[in-house]
């Protein structure tokens, strides 16, 4: 099993940005799905999670701005950044709880990708 993350980049603050994240492989069933973020010198925070049944969850900062989504016929989790601040600054991670075609149940990272919002 593997999760693969794109669309990192740099932008002005006040911009956007779309994460995506792909989760492939044996999979048998996706649990939650999520968003990290990791600024330089700082340890990685909950961004905002995603249930099955699309329950989502979201930090304070980011509420109003990040809407986190997921498309459970292709494994994916997406993270629409809008009105993006300098300190939104990290590389972001997405993480999914899933159940493998083994039975095993883990969870499983991206391997990040770097958003930057300049002033």
């Known amino acids: 099993v593997q999760l693969q993350a794109s669309g990192g980049g740099l932008v002005q603050a006040g911009g956007s940005l779309r994460l995506s994240c792909a989760a492939s492989g044996s999979i048998f069933s996706i649990n939650v799905m999520g968003w990290y973020r990791q600024a330089p010198g700082k340890q990685r925070e909950l961004v905002a999670t995603?249930?099955?049944?699309?329950?989502?969850n979201y930090i304070d900062s980011v509420k109003g701005r990040f809407t986190i989504s997921r498309d459970n016929a292709k494994n994916t989790v997406s993270l629409q950044m809008n009105s993006l601040k300098p300190e939104d600054t990290a590389v972001y991670y997405c993480n999914a709880d899933l159940t493998a075609v083994s039975g095993r149940r883990r969870t499983y990272w991206g391997q990040g990708t770097q958003v930057t919002v300049s002033s």
């Open positions: 995603i249930t099955s049944n699309d329950n989502t």
